[in-house]
């Protein structure tokens, strides 16, 4: 069973450029959390998506980030008009229904640089 | 006071070393914990479950305090591959976010 599956693995974008990270969760999972983490940080929460569906988008900031998780193929989160300040790691999470998103699968995260 | 707080350390331990982290939490609500392990620049593993009966695997041991509101995570005989930020995880108590703390470092030594 493959694990949970990011791409790009980096990604570099100059100001005002958009930015797609992918995730695809893991077989069977139909939870999707995205995390940001800036270096020597904690992760923060940013959104939580079931398929076709955002349950909460707390953490996200309300301008330039939108994120999606269709039917079918990953979950994507979008930054458009990027600024040096959204420079950080990004992880994208799964979890199975049953579970109710108490436990997490990790992906390697997508490393964005905006120069 | 934070949801979630851990000790930032670093706790700079010998190999052989046993060692212990500690993790208070605010929500009283809260229903499910979590030891996570993250090495530097790699994505957070899942180190294992927190049980209200206490948990053991290996040379790992984690424990809950509901009334004292903190978890713990006891590390014996430590490698120096257990190096790594601790990664304390609090869920339930009405939402379904999972809170995450900022982690605790352990480094060990030979």
């Known amino acids: 069973n493959a694990g949970v599956m990011q791409n790009p693995r980096h990604l570099v974008r100059r100001r005002g450029q958009e930015a797609r990270l992918r995730c695809s969760p893991m077989?069977?999972?139909?939870?999707v959390y995205w995390y940001r983490q800036l270096p020597e940080e904690g992760l923060k929460f940013m959104v939580y998506l079931q398929k076709e569906n955002i349950i909460d988008e707390s953490g996200m900031p309300k301008e330039r980030f939108s994120a999606e998780f269709p039917k079918e193929g990953p979950s994507i989160l979008r930054i458009q008009q990027v600024v040096r300040g959204d420079s950080a790691a990004y992880f994208c999470a799964s979890s199975p229904p049953m579970t109710g998103g108490y436990e997490q699968y990790f992906g390697p995260g997508t490393r964005l640089t905006v120069t | 006071r934070k949801e979630v707080e851990q000790d930032p350390g670093p706790f700079n331990v010998p190999e052989g070393a046993t060692v212990a982290f500690n993790c208070t939490y605010s929500?009283?609500?809260?229903?499910?914990f979590f030891w996570y392990r993250q090495d530097c620049r790699k994505e957070p593993k899942l180190l294992m479950s927190v049980y209200s009966s206490g948990n053991e695997d290996g040379r790992f041991t984690a424990q809950l305090n509901r009334a004292s509101q903190y978890i713990s995570l006891l590390i014996r005989d430590s490698k120096l591959s257990d190096s790594a930020t601790y990664l304390c995880?609090?869920?339930?108590?009405?939402?379904?976010?999972?809170?995450f703390g900022r982690g605790t470092s352990l480094i060990v030594h030979p």
């Open positions: 929500n009283s609500a809260s229903q499910s």
């Open positions: 077989k069977g999972h139909s939870h």
């Open positions: 995880v609090v869920n339930g108590g009405g939402s379904y976010i999972p809170t």
